[in-house]
């Protein structure tokens, strides 16, 4: 099955319910990983939208990727608890470490790295969460640890 026919198969389970865009577009990323930019024409088409519509919604919401994900992604609490703990801090680490921004991959597709907003870890900031994982009181040594740990 082409990406474009699993897309209408997955449009076709939602049809005609409100607001069915967003379920449409997790479902999609949860199956591939993420949303490739073909899967932009197919969506306008079939729920009779404009690609800039599709196309918004995807950027809008840091919850969908237009490409795939590193072999390993990390993800940086910067609510409010952390911050407080020097999430910030955590985060500028992590970019030079990486050599990327929030929000990108390593050229070598090995780390990929986004933000959050709370993990539910506060009383344990900074907090982070590397291949799904719950990590408390990370700073940059540990988190550069961790990455080593989960490749061993
Ligand atoms: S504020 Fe960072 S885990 Fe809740």
């Known amino acids: 099955m082409t990406i474009a026919q699993r897309v209408r198969a997955v449009v076709d389970a939602h049809r005609g319910e409100r ?9 999609i990323q949860d199956e ?11 969506l306008a088409a079939e729920l009779n939208i404009s690609r800039a ?13 237009s490409d795939p994900a590193g072999t390993s992604t990390v993800r940086l609490c910067r609510a409010e608890a952390c911050q407080s703990v020097g999430a910030e801090k955590l985060v500028a680490d992590a970019e030079q470490v990486f050599g990327i921004k929030v929000g990108e991959t390593t050229p070598d597709r090995s780390v990929t790295l986004e933000q959050v907003f709370c993990l ?17 009181r990370v700073d940059r ?9 989960d490749h061993a």
């Open 19 to 27: 607001g069915a865009l967003l379920p449409i577009l997790h479902r």
């Open 32 to 42: 591939f990983g993420y949303i490739d930019p073909e899967v932009v024409p197919v």
């Open 53 to 65: 519509d599709v196309h918004g919604v995807i950027t809008f919401y840091t919850d969908f990727r």
């Open 120 to 136: 539910g870890n506060c009383a344990l900031g900074p907090a982070a969460q590397v291949n799904n994982k719950l990590y408390g």
């Open 141 to 149: 040594s540990r988190l550069v640890e961790i990455l080593a740990e």
